[in-house]
């Protein structure tokens, strides 16, 4: 996506005509404009030139971005303020400060003397022509301070686009142009000696009411731009993160450099109260590290050799020695920036209600002024009454309040996950993430944490536990099997172990290993290997058994033909996996947990879990296939780490990436958890539900507000109540319309993303039985994956079947249905391929 920087625009009525414009430009296929951040974001081959060149034949300016390369570049030294710097609200408080100078003694004058009688200078008493002269000189100052307002309003209504400013610029043009008119009006009637003329036309003059309307609207203008500027706060403080240099190594010698100068595969060090500059992975040394400018989480992070480092990151204790992989715009913090950013200038889908309406509101509120001015004359209103009846419908009308209604929220939204250490990668993954009805989990490394520990020892009659690990450490020493690093990371814990290694080491593949340790010989392995070098009592058996079926791999070790006990290991889940699943649970969402292992593990993991589902035996393509079937029973987000979820988090209407896994799985995904926490899937959830909301509301106040305020100030009530609405109460409500929608989204930085005791279920009835619709079926005689291909074949042939996902090593065939079908069809349909069914569940 191609950013631009857009300048002129003042309301959605610009954005939407610059939106307009830009797609219509051929190779572009689409465009987003956002008036929060006044930039564009712009997709297809269309050349900037072009580009630039149709906004500025909508009547607006433009320029490209720098790339995120440049612009971090550029995050050293004044630069970095400048990126996101609010420059509209000191230009603002000037005008204000200025607008105020005149507007007060121009109320004194107008309202203080005429109503309320307040002193003025002798001369002045009785000398109404002079008291209307000063009226129109303190007026044409505040609009010429606020001149900008007419500029862009004109300027847009010649290029037949108007905008909020040609509202306000008609508003206050009409009534400084009437005031003028009964100003040279009254020296006519004095000429002629008509006072009781004079008097009329005195009334007639709306001067404060024209000064005022540019005032206060620079007023809601000013609050705005201030809210807006707190909107993107979460991105300023992820800029100032960046480092500004680096020390690194240059022949042996330290050299301070800056950070543009730092390349892949150069050596720096890094001291205690130190940011790290870059990426890197540490050559020497070990410290605690704290993350939480990254990932959200206070706890410092243990760093030694071998370890990956982050840029931003600070470095608490002890020295360290690393060596750069990522530089520049790859860093994982620019990268969390440019997510940010991209997100910012996208559009969410329910913003084109806004848009649609904000195309043809100002036009029709200029229609509206006009037809309440020809109403009122025509029913016998003085041409005053009716004017300041068509000025009130002008000033009052809010297009603003329309076109910050979502992207506000969005902004403030994205910027909250993003302190949490959830980044939405679109203003779409924001929007649809609340949304969803059914969570599919990968196994390893999501709910699991995807490394083997010891969970269980236990040692025959008369072995010490002590014993048991010490000669399993020393067996599984040369072993490079993943099980075996589970057993040596346990027995590193214990201080008390006296670490060995065996001799004439050798490993059967498969099975187990075999070698001696001074004159004993050791053996570990399965109880098929077990069993052929030691005996194995049937308590221990049963006991194997028991905690293969809660998902354990159990290992047997003997001594000289003696077993000495069993260490189970397993891929143990996460502590917050339960209560992350609890959470979808309670707010109506149906987990399903995806894995390539057997049926008895993925079921023994599931119970811990308490997911709602289970399916085993899925290869990477089969993940893909599962998301599409589950797809046909409501909206479907994918949560995974590895190579093999991409596709299906691809597949699925919303991919989450944990922060922890493969870059082409975060590649693939809408949202990365940079924690690598279960429990922040609902958090995002429950955050895009509160953005929705707050989005909801923001519009229900801006279409309300236009919708009470418009027929009010036109006068429909004042044949019925004498209600009527003068122009400058017009100006202030419609000052305060945007500066409200702002500040409500605002709110959501209040919001507690991880507080499930306010989480309302979505689930409607129809989606609890469709959930359901699905059968497992037992299989015997499977042998490879041509037998899987040839039932899968068969039962995605009946009607009734939308998916079948088959496994011959777990001997199963999990059938997702579109309707009820009987048991006895799936059976027969299985068996017609010369398989057995077991059972069907």
Request: glycine share 8%; hydrophobic share 45%; aromatic share 6%.
């Amino acid at each position: 996506m191609e950013q631009y920087s857009v300048t002129g625009m003042s309301c959605a009525a610009c954005s939407a005509r610059v939106e307009k414009a830009v797609s219509k430009v051929p190779g572009v296929t689409s465009c987003s404009v956002s008036l929060l951040t006044n930039s564009m974001g712009v997709e297809g081959t269309a050349s900037s030139t072009d580009i630039i060149a149709a906004v500025e034949e909508a009547g607006y300016g433009a320029s490209t971005k720098t790339s995120g390369a440049k612009e971090r570049k550029a995050v050293s030294g004044p630069a970095e303020s400048d990126l996101l710097k609010d420059r509209e609200t000191p230009v603002l408080k000037k005008r204000l400060i200025a607008s105020l100078c005149f507007l007060i003694p121009l109320m004194y004058f107008s309202m203080g003397h005429m109503m309320w009688n307040w002193p003025v200078p002798g001369w002045l008493e009785g000398n109404h022509v002079a008291m209307g002269l000063i009226q129109l000189l303190f007026t044409t100052a505040v609009m010429v301070i606020n001149q900008k307002f007419f500029v862009s309003g004109f300027r847009s209504l010649w290029h037949r686009a108007p905008n909020m400013d040609t509202l306000v610029a008609l508003g206050a043009g009409a009534s400084y142009g009437y005031s003028t008119y009964a100003l040279f009006a009254m020296t006519d009637a004095q000429m002629h000696q008509d006072m009781a003329g004079v008097m009329t036309y005195m009334h007639e003059f709306y001067f404060e009411s024209a000064a005022m309307i540019l005032t206060l609207i620079t007023v809601g203008k000013m609050l705005e731009a201030r809210s807006k500027g707190k909107t993107t706060d979460a991105l300023k403080s992820l800029m100032k993160l960046a480092p500004k240099t680096a020390v690194i190594l240059r022949e042996g010698i330290e050299t301070e450099v800056t950070i543009e100068e730092v390349r892949k595969g150069d050596i720096f060090v890094v001291r205690p109260g130190e940011n790290i500059p870059v990426d890197g992975i540490v050559l020497e040394g070990s410290s605690a590290v704290n993350e939480s400018a990254l990932t959200g989480e206070s706890i410092p992070v243990d760093k030694a050799s071998g370890d990956a480092v982050s840029a931003a990151t600070l470095n608490h204790s002890g020295f360290l020695k690393c060596e750069a992989t990522r530089v520049g715009e790859d860093t994982t913090l620019s990268q969390i920036i440019q997510m940010v950013s991209d997100a910012a200038a996208t559009k969410a889908p329910i913003a084109k209600v806004a848009d649609r309406v904000s195309g043809v509101f100002v036009p029709a509120v200029i229609a509206i002024a006009a037809v309440t001015i020809l109403v009122w004359l025509i029913a016998g209103q003085s041409v005053g009454f009716a004017l300041a009846r068509g000025i009130s419908v002008l000033v009052i009308s809010c297009p603003c309040a329309l076109g910050l209604a979502t992207p506000v929220a969005i902004m403030v939204g994205n910027g909250m996950g993003a302190k949490h250490g959830i980044m939405f990668k679109t203003a779409v993954s924001l929007e649809e993430a609340g949304k969803m009805q059914i969570v599919a989990l990968d196994k390893t490394g999501t709910i699991t944490s995807g490394e083997p520990k010891v969970t269980d020892m236990i040692p025959a009659d008369g072995v010490a536990k002590e014993a048991l690990l010490e000669m399993a450490y020393a067996l599984e020493k040369k072993s490079e099997h993943p099980l075996a690093h589970a057993i040596l990371q346990k027995a590193k814990e214990n201080e008390t172990i006296d670490l060995k290694e065996v001799t004439e080491f050798q490993a059967v593949p498969g099975n187990g290993l075999s070698g001696k340790l001074g004159e004993d010989i050791l053996a570990g392995g399965n109880l098929k290997f077990i069993s052929e070098n030691a005996l194995v009592s049937e308590r221990m058996q049963k006991t194997a058994g028991s905690l293969a079926e809660e998902g354990k791999t159990p290992l047997f070790f003997s001594r000289n033909g003696q077993l000495t006990g069993i260490i189970a290991v397993a891929d143990v889940i996460k502590e917050d996996s339960p209560r992350a699943v609890k959470e979808l649970q309670n707010m109506g969402i149906h987990v399903v947990m995806l894995t390539g292992d057997n049926e008895r593990t993925a079921r023994a993991i599931g119970r811990q879990a308490g997911v709602d589902e289970v399916i085993a035996g899925v290869l990477p393509d089969g993940k893909e296939s599962v998301i599409r079937s589950l797809k046909r029973k409501g909206k479907v987000a994918m949560v995974g780490d590895g190579i093999n979820d991409a596709p299906a988090l691809t597949r699925a209407d919303i991919g989450i990436a944990i922060g922890a896994g493969t870059d082409i799985a975060i590649d693939a995904a809408d949202v990365v958890l940079m924690k690598s926490r279960l429990s922040d899937v609902p958090a995002a959830i429950r955050l895009s539900r509160a953005t929705l909301r707050n989005i909801h509301e923001n519009l229900f106040w801006a279409f309300f507000y236009n919708v009470i305020g418009i027929p009010l100030a036109a006068g429909v009530w004042y044949p019925l109540l004498g209600w009527k609405l003068n122009p400058m109460f017009g100006a202030a409500a419609m000052s305060l319309s945007s500066f409200c929608v702002v500040t409500n989204a605002l709110r959501l930085n209040l919001f507690k993303m991880h507080d499930a005791r306010r989480d309302k279920k979505i689930r409607t009835k129809k989606n609890q039985e469709e959930a359901t619709m699905e059968k497992t079926m037992k299989i015997e005689g499977m042998m490879c994956g041509h037998c899987e291909a040839r039932v899968k074949k068969s039962l995605e042939a009946l009607a009734e079947v939308d998916a079948a996902v088959v496994s011959h090593e777990a001997g199963t065939a999990v059938v997702t249905l579109n309707a009820e079908i009987a048991d006895d069809v799936l059976k027969k349909t299985v068996e017609d391929q010369d398989y057995k069914v077991l059972e069907i569940q």
